[in-house]
């Protein structure tokens, strides 16, 4: 099991930025992968951004030129980096935790809301 905790959500005028933390514990040695997702109510939840122990990254086009994911092995935290932020990027943002033999971890989410 993984427990993930986010941090960092709030409220951003346009044109603003935020950052976005989230710690993982428990069983964090099996984590090969972890990610932020985002979702608005009566949609999908969506990729924002991936990122493996090793450093690979990927992105939503959306998110790609703004939003900047690193991760940090040591205390076993992800943070994702978002500039010039725009109305469509409010929503709940969720970290993910890919386990190896275990499947997926989520967190409870936080809110990001960008004013215009």
């Known amino acids: 099991q993984v427990q993930l905790v986010e941090s960092g959500g709030g409220l951003v005028q346009v044109g603003g930025s935020l950052r976005l933390s989230c710690e993982a514990s428990?069983?964090?040695?099996?984590?090969?992968?972890m990610g932020w997702y985002r979702q608005v109510p009566g949609k999908q939840r969506e990729l924002v951004a991936g990122?493996?122990?090793?450093?690979?990254?990927n992105y939503a086009d959306s998110a790609k030129g703004r939003f900047t994911i690193s991760i940090d092995n040591a205390k076993n935290a992800v943070h994702l980096q978002m500039v010039s932020l725009k109305p469509e990027d409010t929503a709940v943002y969720y970290c993910?935790?890919?386990?190896?033999?275990?499947?997926?971890?989520w967190g409870r989410g936080t809110q990001v809301t960008v004013s215009s």
């Open positions: 993910n935790a890919g386990v190896l033999w275990e499947g997926e971890f």
């Open positions: 428990g069983n964090t040695f099996s984590v090969r992968v």
């Open positions: 990122i493996t122990r090793g450093g690979s990254t």
